[in-house]
């Protein structure tokens, strides 16, 4: 099918004309003031086409095309992570405007008879049950354009519905082309649409760059329609900050703040979750927390975090995609990263936990400890200024103060394992790969480089062994 000529009436309407939804998300946002394409900037942890993304996938769409310009290949790869193979991409190679984004996927879709459904990547609140409704509106309408409207307070930067004295549309006027007149009007474009897919194509070639701006304006293109006869519905929508765009940083912040207000009044109010200070804590909308937890100033949680019941969080500490089980207790201004805590662990203050560290039900790490992709066993304990990385660590045992694996021989990671009840001594170093036995004893100071056998204490640098505990039970 070729797109509509002019003045072409549009076939009758099939009730269930398949739905596209087609994502701008070309523009570099000049308002941003940044060197990263605006829907790349972040909002509560994710890309802003995250949320556009996410919601075009709950309408159940046939097919999902967004129009990409700056960092393609970032922005493809932000809205795979949401909706993996089902969107499709078009670029659009030089931004000249939002007419001329559309019309870079014109190849994907003016020979159907779709409804198209345009959306911005920067409108990261607009919800599934507007759109439906805005949809349904728009299918049993005659119209073959819908424009979503809403009134603000302060219009400016917007473009304008401009109306007849009979209230009826007549075209959008962007704010830079608008008359002083004009600019007075409050009703604004939110830049989201449908259209059907021909009608939009045969009226966007007709579309001239002659604006302000020198751009394509996909806003010229409802008043083409209504010259031809077609007709153009406008509705107009409650909530303002729904539909609103993000175009500078001030504004991201805005929509930051209101989302984690969102989501930690939910933690309180639904899931029990004491904040001393709601203004002050950060916690990402995938985040889960358990009743009874208390959550201290300036704690962020990142990512997907589930924390059990009753933990404690002090101030300063970050914990990111990480499993907390329940009671356990944060000191301040820890680190943690994708790690898990069993139950009843105490961690910090300052400590660090990276790398998949594994804490086992009952055990504590203490001030100035990292540990990376090591695993400390039942009520072990490590309480003071000590490296362990790529260690196993058994039960009942004791980290002394200054313990180091040396992990590393400048080119490879080798293990440590150091089985359950032993003490290694304060400022020991473990030379790795090695290996400290069930019961063993390291002295103060000791630099173990060969593996000590199980109850045996050793000392000394290299550290040799001093003596047998007792007789090891084989
Ligand atoms: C647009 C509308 C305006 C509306 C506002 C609502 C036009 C001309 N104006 O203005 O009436 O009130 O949205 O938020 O459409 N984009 C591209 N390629 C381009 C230009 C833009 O992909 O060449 C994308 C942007 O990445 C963005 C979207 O289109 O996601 C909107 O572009 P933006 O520059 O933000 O338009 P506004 O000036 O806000
Ligand atoms: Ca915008």
Same mark, same amino acid.
């Given at each position: 099918?070729?797109?509509?000529?002019?003045?072409?009436?549009?076939?009758?309407?099939?009730?269930?004309?398949?739905?596209?939804?087609?994502?701008?998300?070309?523009?570099?946002?000049?308002?941003? !003031?940044?060197?990263?394409?605006?829907?790349?900037?972040?909002?509560?942890?994710?890309?802003?086409?995250?949320?556009?993304?996410?919601?075009?996938?709950?309408?159940?769409?046939? %097919?999902?095309?967004?129009?990409?310009?700056?960092?393609?290949?970032?922005?493809?790869? #932000?809205?795979?992570?949401?909706? +993996?193979?089902? #969107? #499709?991409?078009?670029?659009?190679?030089?931004?000249?405007?939002?007419?001329?984004?559309?019309?870079?996927?014109?190849?994907?879709?003016?020979?159907?008879?779709?409804?198209?459904?345009?959306?911005?990547?920067?409108?990261?609140?607009?919800?599934?049950?507007?759109?439906?409704?805005?949809?349904?509106?728009?299918?049993?309408?005659? #119209?073959? $354009?819908?424009?979503?409207?809403?009134?603000?307070?302060?219009?400016?930067?917007?473009?304008?519905?401009?109306?007849?004295?009979?209230?009826?549309?007549?075209?959008?006027?962007?704010?830079?082309?608008?008359?002083?007149?004009?600019?007075?009007? %409050?009703?604004?474009?939110? +830049?989201?649409?449908?259209?059907?897919?021909?009608?939009?194509?045969?009226?966007? !070639?007709?579309?001239?760059?002659?604006?302000?701006?020198?751009?394509?304006?996909?806003?010229?293109?409802?008043?083409?329609? /209504?010259?031809?006869?077609?007709?153009?519905?406008?509705?107009?929508?409650?909530?303002?900050?729904?539909?609103?765009?993000?175009?500078?940083?001030?504004?991201?912040?805005?929509?930051?703040?209101?989302?984690?207000?969102?989501?930690?009044?939910?933690?309180?109010?639904?899931?029990?979750?004491?904040?001393?200070?709601?203004?002050?804590?950060?916690?990402?909308?995938?985040?889960?927390?358990?009743?009874? $937890?208390?959550?201290?100033?300036?704690?962020?949680?990142?990512? &997907?975090?589930?924390?059990?019941?009753?933990?404690?969080?002090?101030?300063?500490?970050?914990?990111?995609?990480?499993?907390?089980?329940?009671?356990? /207790?944060? !000191?301040?201004?820890?680190?943690?990263?994708?790690?898990?805590?069993?139950?009843?662990?105490?961690?910090?203050?300052?400590?660090?936990?990276?790398?998949?560290?594994?804490?086992?039900?009952?055990?504590?790490?203490?001030?100035?400890?990292?540990?990376?992709?090591?695993?400390?066993?039942?009520?072990?304990?490590?309480?003071?200024?000590?490296?362990?990385?790529?260690?196993?660590?058994?039960?009942?045992?004791?980290?002394?103060?200054?313990?180091?694996?040396?992990?590393?021989?400048?080119?490879?990671?080798?293990?440590?394992?150091?089985?359950?009840?032993?003490?290694?001594?304060?400022?020991?170093?473990?030379?790795?790969?090695?290996?400290?036995?069930?019961?063993?004893?390291?002295?103060?100071?000791?630099?173990?480089?060969?593996?000590?056998?199980?109850?045996?204490?050793?000392?000394?640098?290299?550290?040799?062994? &001093?003596?047998?505990?007792?007789?090891?039970?084989?």
């Amino acid at each position: 099918m070729e797109p509509l000529e002019k003045g072409q009436p549009l076939p009758p309407r099939q009730p269930d004309q398949p739905l596209v939804v087609l994502i701008l998300a070309a523009g570099l946002g000049t308002r941003m !003031k940044s060197a990263r394409a605006k829907v790349l900037h972040e909002l509560g942890g994710l890309p802003l086409i995250t949320y556009v993304c996410r919601t075009a996938q709950s309408l159940g769409p046939e %097919k999902i095309l967004v129009v990409v310009g700056h960092q393609a290949g970032e922005v493809e790869r #932000a809205v795979r992570n949401e909706v +993996g193979g089902r #969107a #499709a991409f078009v670029t659009q190679t030089e931004q000249r405007g939002t007419g001329d984004a559309v019309m870079a996927a014109q190849a994907q879709l003016w020979s159907s008879d779709n409804l198209v459904l345009i959306l911005s990547g920067d409108v990261p609140l607009i919800r599934q049950a507007t759109l439906e409704g805005f949809i349904s509106q728009h299918r049993t309408s005659a #119209a073959v $354009c819908s424009i979503l409207s809403v009134r603000l307070e302060n219009p400016t930067g917007y473009g304008r519905i401009i109306r007849d004295e009979s209230d009826r549309f007549l075209r959008i006027v962007e704010q830079k082309d608008a008359t002083p007149e004009e600019q007075a009007v %409050k009703e604004i474009n939110s +830049g989201i649409y449908c259209f059907d897919a021909r009608k939009l194509f045969a009226a966007l !070639k007709r579309v001239k760059p002659s604006n302000q701006q020198g751009e394509y304006y996909l806003t010229d293109v409802p008043q083409i329609l /209504l010259s031809d006869g077609d007709q153009v519905n406008v509705q107009l929508h409650g909530n303002a900050r729904e539909v609103s765009g993000i175009n500078t940083r001030a504004e991201l912040s805005e929509f930051e703040n209101l989302m984690r207000r969102n989501t930690i009044r939910k933690l309180m109010v639904d899931d029990g979750v004491t904040f001393l200070d709601p203004s002050h804590a950060y916690v990402s909308a995938e985040a889960e927390l358990g009743r009874d $937890c208390i959550i201290f100033p300036g704690v962020s949680i990142e990512g &997907k975090c589930v924390i059990g019941e009753g933990c404690e969080i002090r101030s300063g500490t970050r914990i990111t995609n990480s499993r907390l089980g329940n009671n356990v /207790l944060v !000191k301040d201004h820890c680190v943690i990263i994708d790690s898990e805590i069993e139950s009843n662990c105490a961690v910090g203050p300052f400590a660090h936990l990276r790398m998949n560290a594994v804490l086992a039900e009952g055990s504590v790490v203490g001030n100035f400890v990292e540990v990376k992709k090591s695993r400390l066993g039942r009520r072990s304990k490590a309480m003071h200024l000590s490296y362990l990385g790529d260690a196993t660590i058994g039960e009942n045992t004791n980290i002394g103060a200054g313990t180091v694996t040396c992990n590393y021989d400048g080119k490879d990671k080798h293990p440590t394992i150091i089985e359950g009840d032993v003490r290694i001594g304060s400022d020991t170093m473990l030379v790795a790969p090695v290996k400290v036995g069930k019961g063993s004893v390291t002295a103060a100071g000791s630099v173990v480089t060969e593996d000590v056998p199980p109850n045996t204490l050793v000392a000394g640098v290299p550290a040799v062994v &001093k003596k047998k505990l007792k007789n090891s039970e084989k």
